[in-house]
């Protein structure tokens, strides 16, 4: 397996490619603080709120079904919140949701350097594979916003495709595509059950990010050939 000098390389794109949760908190405490008005404490509305939101997207199939509509998923999230909290509000629910998904998509932004490594890669002559879940709406929304489909020679799509990771049909495809080998590729993802696992098991070279340096988890599904904080660190120095 080459480790070194890959023959393509694939990437995911939300908290790989672009930061998704910096300011996450954030926006849901402006967003609560704007409209809880008379309804409740803003402060216990947000933790309402933070509690829904980790039980929502701990399941596969809500992450699965809210990852093809954020939009969805956010209202679906704030009013259960409100139902926690006795709230029969459904169009400020709905309010906070549509305020919260509207600063979420303004402020996403590459991570520091991530831009840069995807260049360094197109100028080794390296072809890339952007491959992400999630609706073709949104994903492609982000995708024009930082114009990234100009460093990839194969761009994947879930909502798109019809299937998303962690099914095998996506990263086969990708290497088809590319016509690459997985010996001498390499994925590099966030999730290790979604971009990691899978390519593990085809033989290619996995790359976690592991952006809170935490560590793999006792529970990981999968230990991954190399863990980064960030895929700038992909890049020996001097490009």
Avoid at 80 to 91: H, K, M, T
Avoid at 144 to 173: M, N, S, T, W
Wanted: contains cysteine; aromatic residues 8%.
């Amino acid at each position: 397996m080459s480790t070194a000098n890959p023959t393509a390389v694939f990437f995911d794109m939300d908290g790989t490619i672009l930061d998704w949760q910096t300011g996450m908190e954030e926006a849901w405490i402006a967003v609560c603080e704007k409209h809880a008005e008379h309804a409740c404490d803003p402060t216990q509305m947000y933790e309402a709120i933070r509690v829904r939101r980790d039980w929502f997207w701990s399941d596969a199939m809500r992450a699965q079904r809210g990852g093809m509509n954020l939009e969805l998923a956010a209202r679906e999230t704030v009013l259960w919140a409100f139902a926690d909290l006795g709230i029969a509000d459904p169009e400020r629910a709905h309010r906070i949701a549509d305020e919260y998904r509207a600063r979420r998509d303004e402020e996403m932004a590459p991570y520091p350097g991530a831009i840069e490594t995807l260049q360094a890669f197109r100028d080794r002559g390296i072809p890339l594979a952007l491959i992400t879940n999630g609706a073709a709406k949104s994903q492609r929304r982000s995708i024009e916003k930082y114009a990234l489909e100009r460093y990839f020679a194969c761009v994947i799509v879930e909502g798109e495709f019809g299937v998303g990771k962690p099914d095998e049909r996506v990263f086969q495809h990708a290497l088809a595509a590319l016509s690459t080998d997985p010996s001498t590729t390499w994925m590099v993802g966030d999730n290790l059950t979604a971009d990691i696992a899978v390519p593990h098991a085809l033989g290619m070279h996995t790359v976690w990010v592991d952006e809170s340096g935490s560590g793999l988890p006792a529970t990981a599904p999968v230990q991954p050939h190399r863990i980064v904080r960030a895929i700038a660190e992909l890049v020996p120095s001097g490009g």
